[in-house]
């Protein structure tokens, strides 16, 4: 099954649609979303990507990140996406997008403009195995301290996630 992305300008248009894999190995610029989910006490919910994705695997990110299919609001892939890979039914909220290009491994190019949503939530996880290696809950200070000792342990966006929400200073 090929999957297809939202080509966007720079203003977040969309332009027309194009095969995933494609669109990653032009660097095209594409909307994306990644969902940020906390608990009660405040900790975030990591997941490990999966060795097998087709770029970043077993890389620690954002609770969940995907695209939304053609049609397809970026606020109910959100949702979809959270089912799909970690068994978790909520809606997620808005709260702004930013565009972001990044070389990553297998000549893939990120060209995005990622929509990020948060949650709260403390049910159970069940993982996709075939999207998620591994998953924790993190406190915001560990894991900026990790981020910062670590830093090829995690996704691109992920880290530019964490330098907006909570840093003034770029993590490399």
Known sequence: MTTEVILVDADDNAIGTMEKM?????????????????????????????????????????????HPYPN?????????????????????????????KAALDRNIIEYEVDHVFTATYDGPVTVNADEVEDWKFIDITTLLIDIEQNPHQYTQWFKLIVRDRYLTTVIQ
Request: charged share 25%; glycine share 6%.
């Open 22 to 66: 494609e669109a990653h190995q032009k660097g095209l610029l594409h909307r994306a979303l990644s969902v940020l989910i906390f608990n009660s006490k405040g900790e975030m919910l990591l997941q490990k990507r999966a060795r097998t994705k087709y770029h970043s695997g077993g890389l620690w990110t954002n609770s969940c990140c995907s």
């Open 72 to 100: 397809e609001t970026a606020a109910a892939a959100a949702a979809r996406r959270l089912k799909e890979e970690l068994g978790i039914d909520v809606q997620p909220t808005f709260e702004y997008k930013f565009i972001y």
